[in-house]
């Protein structure tokens, strides 16, 4: 996919999305393009989270981390249930636990519109998701789509194409600002704390986030 394809399938999406009223809308967004059908999310792998995180829960959180939002090394011998111990294991083999810690300092600032760069990011947006209906998910996938969403007819070739190879906003954190700004003026905020609305516009652009991203394979990667 070459560079003006790349843009005029962001441009055909957006369009979708601007028109969507309803889950049902987004979701058929998915299946106007074989391209976005064919990156979409897995949802076996992925399925809906069906709960959002309490202010109780995120303060009980918030007792589990140091001041540099690292778990406490001794909580692997505080846990008690076995989806606790099975879930923590299965984070410390990946080396995610630091990933933890970014979700739940997110989980605190449900709401920000302020925010500062540093590591983390998309972990820390999707701690904020957890705790607040009208927050989107965010990911590298779905923050490409947007910036390449907002450049400019006339955008350089060279940064078109950098922001298809783009894989982290931790030192670029306004295009979630930005993100989160354009979702609360294009939409109302009863549009927003509907049930999966969010969540699903965040599902058609990771897939379109992935399908224009450049990789370094042949294939979806080639630049014509």
């Not at 905020?189 to 042949?218: C, H, Q, W, Y």
Request: net charge neutral; hydrophobic share 40%.
């Amino acid at each position: 996919m070459n560079n003006p394809q790349a843009l005029k399938l962001v441009e055909t999406t957006f369009t979708e999305i601007l028109k969507a009223d309803t889950v049902s809308d987004l979701k058929k967004i998915l299946s106007i393009d074989p391209r976005l059908e064919k990156w979409q999310m897995d949802r076996d792998k992925y399925p809906e989270l069906e709960f959002k995180l309490s202010a109780h829960d995120i303060s009980t959180l918030m007792t589990k981390v140091d001041e540099n939002l690292r778990l406490h090394a001794d909580l692997s011998a505080k846990l008690e249930t076995p989806l606790e111990k099975l879930l923590y294991a299965l984070a410390w083999k990946n080396g995610d636990l630091q990933k933890v810690g970014h979700i739940i300092k997110g989980a605190t600032d449900v709401g920000a519109t302020s925010l500062s760069n540093g590591p983390g990011q998309v972990f820390r947006q999707f701690g904020r998701y957890l705790a607040g209906p009208k927050e989107p998910i965010v990911d590298q996938h779905v923050l490409r789509a947007f910036e390449l969403y907002k450049q400019p007819n006339d955008a350089p070739p060279a940064k078109v194409s950098a922001i298809r190879k783009k894989i982290s906003w931790d030192g670029d954190v306004v295009w979630i600002e930005r993100y989160k700004n354009w979702l609360a003026g294009q939409f109302t905020e009863d549009k927003r704390s509907e049930p999966g609305f969010v969540v699903n516009i965040d599902m058609v652009l990771f897939a379109l986030g992935r399908a224009v991203k450049i990789t370094r394979t042949r294939g979806n990667g080639e630049e014509d």
